[in-house]
């Protein structure tokens, strides 16, 4: 009898590609009951609405592509989630999914579905609605509430807002905010973003499962870092300053989960560190001289464009004795 | 190099329960398939007609061009027909059906080896045509070049990283001295001024085999798949035989009699009793497995370890020396196939720090004249990208395609754009 | 190609009705000018607001377009290749100068301010450098005069759709008469939007194409 054909390795790891979707989902459930802690049911809902919107939409575009819906690799959920977790809690219902929605259409299906987009989808729907929504997405109510936020869109008129840490940077001139404070995560700010203590922990726990780098963690901060320090927005000092640009707006949620997404970034571990160098630097600058009071999105989708490039100079640097030898031979 | 820096892949082991039992002599087969081309790829004829006999060990094949090597035959047997045969491995092939009478040949008695020059090794081995069971090629030609390099470390690989295979082990633990006078011989025929047999052993083991071997004579490898086999201090070219062709060197040299059978080890969750098998040259993979028995019906048989071998179709396959592994799998689990997600897995495992998913990408969008800056030549086809894929692609098989692809004067292969 | 081989291939036969019309739909919709051989992005993403700027945009291109496709079609195989770009200009400018004051004077200042400095630009826009210049000089009068109608045509109404899309989503209006719609994204006025409508545009262009060709 014929015996069937297959290729070698014939042992391979059982880790599927889903799986490192699936420790993105799960490493924001802590942020979620975080933020429910302050501000009730709705943050949870919103970040479901992203999930569910991005879900739905990536299903129509297959069926209108005539190809198999491949939602379940866990991409497009990632994707939405990432959406809702980062806009305000009081922002209506029908902002992430408008991002989820133009992340899904505009950005990841017509590039080629899952694996194959150029930019990572969940950056250009922010961008979009950092674009068209700003006002709905940068008011952010205060934490110090105490009562849980509606949960219908009509009733959210009259919610006191607070400043986030990164209006006030934008603003300039002294911040009302102590360090202590920020790492709590006691400040206004988007849902999955705010709780800076918990952010480290998981991106400790996404390190540990292999489903994020520290090679684009590291330079990313510490580039930060050291602009923030040389070039301060918040008066006090330049470790005051630190604090305040690494805790405020959503820059660190972005290195944890928007900058390690695997179709987009850098797979050798030199062009990892150029990469997180180069988002750090377009970070800071769209702080200091964007429009907006947090314009990571931007510069994520910056740098995405590098990323390919970046790879192969990087892998081409540290090679370079191989590639000429080779060439001289050839 | 340590854990965390040096690249590969950590495999998972299963050589038991092969690798404590003693290697077993299987029933003698009925016929034995010899392929009439010799270790140095010269086309032979039987020098015997149609129903004579043969004695094992005797010359069974002359080469067709003078210069070559001949084929000796593997049992004692009556020689049946002619049969050409597809053989993965050499292509196809004219091949000597012999019928099968005794499987074993008659002890003879050792003789001392001390005495024999470099040159005499050299033209014993190409005489007697050992070929090294790690690649398939002939020792003769592998010590020829050894000879030319300076400073060679000779290293009889016994080091089996791969996850099935115990034959070189069960070897060790048969003749681990006679290994090493092979060894030795081999050392004198290319002048090496280091060599060791490359093991990688649990503690008990090692220490048993050190007793039996001189304590420089065993370097335990440590690292990840594929990891080296010698100790890079001191610097030197390093020249990989097998522990098979040692000892086969030594039997050659001591009782002048040519390598007739080989050791296999047998393995898979299809086979019913896995084990390491004496195996004459020639014989069909179909009686090596009745012989362990089959528990179930397999659905892959592998020639050659999990990582690096080749699926057959059929099971009237010879085995030639080049063998060290037969696998009969029911289940192959692979994780579901997706396109390349970028997570830079293989990047991590490849020892020889290529880009495993770049070459694939340009190789798939048909981008041949940019794939020499990549240097697929480098790649040894160990197979860790391909493991470690959590998207089950295929990305050996790309590398390999894109080294092929060097030589096809039908893709423009040039020196594209220099990233 | 020198101009004596140019004058010797001029198609002869480029006069037919039947040729003329695969030239138009050719250069019309096949290969758009602006959605297949992506030329000519640049007035439609900045100033393809309104709809009226739309329309502007597109007369001042066929107002420059058509003569100077004319012109190189009669005499510019007689001229120089180099010669060709800075003459085709110099008429462009005294016509796009014309065209000026007839709209600022005459039409309307509103308009003349909107279209900023994408007027004068329709001199030196790729799309009649690299059309006027590669098919008008090989080719018969008739069938460049045709293939230049057929350009602005493709032009304009990409630029039409573009505009009017964009004038409704961010203004609410269309050529300045107010429409009572739902949606307002007053960031439509920016480039992107542009460029990811042309985008869409040009992917359902080219699924009309397969469509097409898959039932010829």
């Known amino acids: 009898m014929t015996y069937k054909t297959a290729r070698a390795p014939h042992l391979r790891r059982a880790e599927r590609a889903s799986m490192m979707c699936v420790d993105v989902l799960i490493a924001l459930v802590p942020l979620c009951i975080f933020s429910s802690v302050y501000y009730g049911l709705r943050p949870v809902l919103l970040v479901l609405t992203g999930i569910i919107s991005a879900i739905i939409s990536e299903t129509l575009c297959c069926l209108f592509m005539r190809r198999k819906p491949s939602v379940s690799d866990g991409t497009t959920a990632v994707t939405g989630a990432l959406v809702g977790a980062l806009v305000s809690p009081l922002s209506p219902y029908w902002l992430p999914a408008a991002g989820a929605i133009f992340a899904i259409v505009a950005v990841k299906m017509p590039m080629g579905g899952s694996g194959r987009n150029l930019f990572n989808p969940a950056a250009a729907g922010m961008a979009a609605i950092t674009l068209c929504f700003q006002g709905f997405l940068f008011t952010y109510p205060d934490p110090g509430l105490g009562i849980p936020l509606p949960l219908a869109d009509n009733a959210l008129s009259g919610i006191i807002t607070q400043s986030s840490p990164a209006a006030q940077l934008a603003e300039g001139g002294r911040t009302l905010y102590d360090p202590a404070i920020l790492l709590l995560g006691d400040f206004p700010g988007p849902i999955g973003a705010t709780a800076i203590s918990i952010l480290l922990a998981i991106a400790v726990y996404l390190y540990i499962r292999r489903a994020v780098s520290a090679m684009i963690i590291l330079p990313y901060l510490a580039t930060c870092a050291v602009l923030a320090a040389v070039f301060p927005r918040a008066s006090g000092g330049s470790w005051l300053s630190i604090m305040m640009e690494l805790c405020s707006g959503y820059l660190l949620f972005a290195g944890v989960f928007l900058l390690n997404d695997p179709v987009t970034a850098p797979r050798h571990w030199l062009g990892r560190v150029f990469y997180g160098i180069l988002a750090g630097l377009f970070v800071m600058l769209m702080r200091y001289f964007g429009r907006f009071e947090e314009g990571v999105c931007f510069a994520i989708l910056l740098a995405n464009a590098f990323s390919t490039t970046l790879d192969r100079f990087g892998w081409y640097l540290l090679n370079l004795k191989r590639i000429r030898g080779r060439r001289r031979v050839a | ?419 | 190609m020198s101009n004596m081989e140019i004058r010797k291939n001029k198609r002869p036969s480029s006069r037919k009705p039947a040729e003329l019309r695969n030239v138009f739909f050719d250069a019309f919709l096949a290969n758009n000018i602006v959605l297949i051989q992506a030329i000519g992005i640049t007035p439609i993403v900045a100033a393809g607001v309104t709809l009226q700027n739309g329309v502007a945009l597109t007369l001042c291109t066929a107002a420059v377009l058509l003569p100077a496709s004319l012109f190189l079609s009669y005499i510019g195989d007689r001229l120089p290749s180099w010669i060709r770009a800075p003459l085709y200009m110099l008429g462009a400018i005294i016509i796009l100068l014309g065209a000026s004051i007839l709209i600022d004077r005459l039409i309307s200042q509103q308009l003349y301010a909107n279209l900023y400095i994408f007027l004068p630009l329709t001199a030196v826009n790729s799309l009649v450098l690299y059309r006027a210049g590669g098919f008008s000089v090989s080719h018969e009068p008739v069938a460049a005069l045709t293939e230049a109608i057929a350009s602005s045509l493709g032009f304009g109404l990409v630029i039409c759709v573009v505009s009017a899309l964009r004038e409704i989503a961010s203004y609410g209006t269309l050529w300045s008469v107010p429409i009572n719609s739902a949606v307002k994204l007053s960031e439509a006025a920016l480039p992107y939007a542009a460029f990811l409508l042309l985008g869409f545009m040009a992917a359902f262009l080219q699924w009309l194409k397969t469509v097409l060709e898959r039932r010829t």
């Not at chain 2, 690249?7 to 092969?18: M, S, Y």
């Open chain 2, 1 to 419: 190099m340590s854990k965390f820096t040096n690249r590969g892949v950590f495999l998972p082991l299963i050589k038991e329960p092969a690798a404590s039992r003693p290697i077993e002599d299987i029933t003698p087969p009925a016929q034995v398939v010899v392929p009439m081309l010799a270790g140095d790829g010269s086309n032979n004829q039987p020098v015997i007609k149609a129903y004579e006999t043969v004695l094992h060990g005797d010359v069974f094949g002359q080469p067709v061009q003078a210069g070559g090597c001949p084929i000796y035959s593997p049992v004692t047997g009556v020689f049946n027909s002619v049969r050409n045969i597809l053989h993965p491995l050499l292509g196809t092939v004219s091949c000597a059906v012999l019928d099968c009478l005794v499987s074993k040949g008659e002890n003879r008695k050792e003789k001392s080896v001390e005495k024999l020059t470099a040159e005499e090794i050299l033209e014993l081995s190409f005489r007697m045509g050992i070929v090294d069971e790690l690649d398939g090629i002939l020792l003769a030609s592998k010590l020829a070049a050894g000879r030319k390099l300076r400073n060679v470390i000779l290293v009889a690989d016994a080091s089996e990283q791969e996850p099935y295979c115990s034959a070189a082990w069960s070897v060790l633990n048969e003749s681990a001295e006679k290994v090493w006078r092979g060894l030795e011989l081999a050392a004198r025929t290319v002048r090496a001024k280091k060599y060791h047999i490359a093991v990688k052993l649990e503690k008990g083991n090692l220490k048993n085999l050190k007793g039996r071997i001189s304590d420089n004579g065993l370097y335990q490898v440590k690292g990840k798949y594929p990891a080296r086999v010698y100790s890079k201090k001191g610097g030197g070219t390093v020249c990989r035989i097998g522990v098979q062709a040692c000892l086969a060197l030594y039997l050659a040299a001591a009782t002048d009699q040519p390598p007739c059978d080989c050791i296999i080890t047998v393995a898979g969750d299809a086979v019913a009793n896995p084990c390491n098998v004496r195996v004459p040259l020639g014989t069909t993979v179909e009686d090596i497995l009745r012989f362990c028995g089959l528990s179930q019906e397999p659905a892959y048989i592998i020639l050659g370890d999990a990582m690096t071998g080749i699926t057959i179709q059929s099971t009237d396959i010879p085995i030639i020396s080049g063998i060290t592994c037969l696998l009969a799998l029911k289940n192959l689990p692979r994780p579901p196939v997706h396109t390349c997600i970028g997570c830079g897995r293989c990047v991590r495992a490849c020892h020889a720090n290529l880009l495993p998913y770049e070459i694939m990408r340009r190789l798939d969008n048909m981008q041949y004249e940019r794939l020499a800056t990549l240097l697929p030549d480098e790649c040894d086809g160990c197979g860790a990208c391909s493991h470690v894929c959590p998207c089950s692609l295929e990305v050996t098989s790309k590398v390999l395609e894109a080294q092929d692809a060097h030589g096809n004067i039908f893709m423009k292969w040039g020196d594209g754009d220099d990233l």
